[in-house]
């Protein structure tokens, strides 16, 4: 099985930093990409970024220049820094990462269970 696993979120005021950190474990083979997403209340859950496996990087074009991406493939985690936040940043954060376990044929998409932003005006 495979499980990811964030960690980061908190109660923040705006202009603040956070930094969200998600493990991937388990009976893994090879990772692909690995995202954040988020959803607010009553809003639809969004894509925020992304790391490939080829490195290159994606972002939503609220976040450019405030949040940045990076990963560890020695220990299969990514993280997103979060500077100069926003009220409209809260949210609840959740990990997604396109995964091949030990033994499998193709990659699926596997995610976190969400972990809490909030950021105060």
């Known amino acids: 099985q495979v499980q990811l696993v964030e960690s980061g979120g908190g109660l923040v005021q705006a202009g603040g930093s956070l930094r969200l950190s998600c493990t991937a474990s388990g009976s893994i083979f090879s990772i692909n990409t690995m995202s954040w997403y988020r959803q607010a209340p009553g809003k639809q859950r969004e894509f925020v970024a992304r790391?490939?496996?080829?490195?290159?990087?994606y972002y939503l074009d609220s976040v450019k220049g405030r949040f940045t991406i990076s990963r560890d493939n020695a220990k299969n985690t990514v993280s997103l820094q979060m500077n100069s936040l926003k009220p409209e940043d809260t949210a609840v954060y959740y990990c997604?990462?396109?995964?091949?376990?030990?033994?499998?044929?193709?990659?699926?998409?596997?995610w976190g269970q969400g972990t809490q932003v909030t950021v105060s005006s």
């Open positions: 790391f490939t496996s080829g490195a290159s990087t």
């Open positions: 997604a990462a396109n995964i091949m376990g030990d033994g499998g044929t193709f990659f699926r998409n596997y």
